[in-house]
């Protein structure tokens, strides 16, 4: 088997469907369907049942799918940390940041990157929480300032802020006169968030504790786009939750004379941390930045 074969199994096992795992891998249907007829011949199993217009995995290729992530998640660490030995002391530290958290955090953290890396340069890559989690399994970034909590074992965090929300609304909204607005003051109305998929473990613990709080229409909108949250509230009249618009960063969309927003007393849970691979510590970049970072956050995690 090679590497290969087992990234074109694993797109085709997780569409279930031939062109879409090629417009994943970049390829077209042609070339990724006969790699994974190659790779069938190769352990003597099917393991997809092809129908006309859809296809499923038999229990070989179930159990090679439940196998098949981990081996490549330890292969892409083992080739970047064969790259962080042959860079030796030229490397940068790679660091990876929500674009949706406050800038002022991220930029602690940088200066913290800088203060135990002497020397070496800092580069920062801005993206979703969901993708910046996969990069660091893989080994593509050092650390990763993302929304807590994170479902796995194999990484360990630093809290660097909780979250106090306000409820953004339209400025002709019933509710845009209160000096204070509680989850129960919301009970009856719309409240839209952005999706799962932006963290699903931090985004599922929020869901659950608005509905667990009397919250009855909780709405995840489709993408993790600010500009859009903001267009969905102008357009209907739905509420949603934001920072203070003076933190910065995608809070400022809320800035403008067509909203309002008012302070929610008991928002639900919602945190920001730095995390890395356990198995880093012995990294001297990844050590450096960490305790640089539980130096400046030595009184615990910040409300922002």
Known sequence: MEVAQLRCFLAVAEELHFGRAAERLHMTASPVSRIVKELERELGAELFVRGYHHIQLTPAGRELARRVPPLLAE????????????AGE?????LGGSHLSPPAILDAVVECAEKGNPGRTVEVTLAPSSELLP?????????AVVHLPVDDPAVEAVPLAAYRFFVAMRR???????AELSLADLADRTVVTF???????AMEQMRDAL???????????????????????????????????????SARIFDDPA???VP????????LGLVWLGARVADRVVTGLVEAVRERWSRGELQI
């Open 172 to 178: 002709d909204d019933p509710l845009a006169g209160r």
């Open 90 to 94: 030229s490397r940068v530290v790679r």
């Open 259 to 261: 909203f309002a927003i």
């Open 264 to 271: 929610l007393a008991d928002g639900p849970p919602f945190h």
């Open 75 to 86: 292969f892409d660490r083992l080739r970047s940390e064969i790259q962080l030995v042959a």
């Open 195 to 201: 999706p799962l998929s932006l963290q699903p473990a």
């Open 135 to 143: 990069a660091l399994s893989r080994g593509e970034l050092d650390a």
């Open 211 to 249: 509905l667990s709080r009397g919250l009855r229409r909780v709405r995840m909108l489709p993408g993790a786009d600010s500009a859009m949250l903001a267009g969905h509230v102008r357009r209907t009249g739905d509420l949603t939750f934001t920072l203070a618009p003076d933190t910065g960063g």
